[in-house]
Structures are given as C-alpha cells and as structure tokens.
C-alpha cells in the first residue's frame, strides 16, 4: 500500500510561480511512475505531467515549456515546479502513481492518488 500526499498549492497572480511537492510513502522498492493531474471546476481531470523511474518526462501540451516534473528518489519526493502561471491554470491538483513501468497519462491506468491541493490563479 502507498500513500501519497501532495503540498505547495496556493493562489498566485498570472504570471507567477507555484512548486508542488508530493511525498510518496509505503513499499516504494519497485519500478513505478509518477503523473500530475488537474481537475478544474466543470471539468474533467486531465494528466498534465509524468515521469517514469528513469527520469524521463512527459507534458501535456497546455503546459509544455511553462512545468517542470522531477523526481528526487532518495527523498520519495515528485515535484511539480510551475512557472508563467495562467487563470487557466486554476484547479484542484493530484498527484498519482502507477506501480510499473511507463505506459500513458491516462487516468485510469493510475492506482494511487493523493488528496490533492488547490492551484488558484489570478488575472
């Protein structure tokens, strides 16, 4: 069993700049990787980043060029460094873990979740 507890959020102007963290617990001995996900008001959550156990990432198009997604093994830590923020951008954000190796951002292949923290974003 994992736990998964994400921190960082807050409410920035556009603009500005956000680093979420995401603090992975439990048996974390095997390969598996890591996504950040979003889920703004009405919508749909959507995959926005993610990084396999070799460091290698991938970002969704609204975010490239703007998020970073990194890893820290030693510490159990994912981070979600964010900069330029848009309103946008506003959404609760989930970090997720999927207990193998790469296969996509889709949300159903993720079988840990966090709780989530909230990205607020002002014009």
């Known amino acids: 069993q994992k736990q998964l507890v994400e921190s960082g959020g807050g409410s920035v102007q556009s603009g500005g700049s956000l680093r979420l963290s995401c603090v992975i617990s439990?048996?974390?001995?095997?390969?598996?990787?890591m996504g950040w996900f979003r889920q703004g008001p009405g919508k749909e959550r959507e995959g926005v980043a993610g990084?396999?156990?070799?460091?290698?990432?991938r970002y969704v198009d609204s975010v490239k060029g703007r998020f970073t997604i990194s890893q820290d093994i030693a510490k159990n830590t994912v981070y979600l460094q964010m900069n330029s923020l848009k309103p946008e951008d506003t959404a609760m954000y989930y970090c997720?873990?999927?207990?193998?190796?790469?296969?996509?951002?889709?949300?159903?292949?993720?079988?840990?979740w966090g709780q989530g923290t909230q990205v607020t974003v002002s014009s």
């Open positions: 997720a873990l999927d207990p193998g190796r790469w296969r996509s951002l889709a949300r159903h292949l993720f079988r840990y």
């Open positions: 439990g048996n974390t001995d095997r390969a598996y990787s």
């Open positions: 990084i396999d156990n070799d460091g290698n990432t």
